[in-house]
């Protein structure tokens, strides 16, 4: 069973009620959760957040909901804690966390990320994007060569950056 969480905590501290914001007419958390439902590679979707005012939210967009502790609400709580409780306290195989921050992620995106979630010998998994840039690690070139000279991007190592609009996990 592919579970898709999509978790909301109302005390956003860096962006404060990012989750609540709106592009265009719908909220961040709408919009995620229309993609997943459009998707339809999931057997259940689930608003896991700690804000019960969202009870409302996911009722209107016919998914479940999932009201954790406080605790796991925190600044000081890890994606693993949340998973960990999330799994600890709901059925199924994978649990798939779409992330409401990622606006710009596509159905697609979903269904390839899912895709990958399924085969045999996956556990899990982080999305990322792979771009041809120049990096650098502190002040270490990580795939280019100041000696060389100026190297041309499309000559570049591709690097891989997790982007966190998609987690999965199977248990």
């Known amino acids: ?8 905590r109302k005390g956003s501290v860096r962006l404060p009620k990012k ?3 709106k592009i265009g007419r719908l909220t961040v958390l709408e919009i995620s959760l229309q993609k997943a439902i459009k998707s339809e590679v999931f057997d259940r979707i689930v608003v896991n957040t700690d804000d019960p005012a969202l009870e ?21 709580a890890t994606s693993d804690q949340v998973v960990l409780d999330f799994f600890n306290n ?33 556990k899990s998994g982080v999305s ?7 990096v650098l690690l502190g ?3 990580l795939n280019f060569e100041w000696e060389s000279g ?12 997790f982007n966190y609009a998609m987690m999965g996990w199977h248990r």
């Open 56 to 76: 409302e939210v996911a009722s209107r967009e016919g998914v479940d909901f999932y009201l954790r502790n406080e605790d796991l609400a925190s600044s000081h």
């Open 128 to 134: 990322i994007n792979s771009s041809q840039v120049h």
């Open 90 to 122: 709901n059925d199924g195989d994978r649990v798939f966390w779409v992330n409401t921050v990622s606006p710009l992620q596509t159905i697609g995106d979903i269904k390839n990320f899912v895709s990958k979630g399924q085969e045999v010998n996956w």
């Open 1 to 8: 069973m592919n579970i898709c969480m999509v978790p909301v």
């Open 150 to 161: 100026f190297a041309r991007t499309q000559d570049l190592k591709a690097v891989n950056c």
């Open 19 to 21: 989750n609540y914001l």
């Open 139 to 141: 002040n270490d070139p």
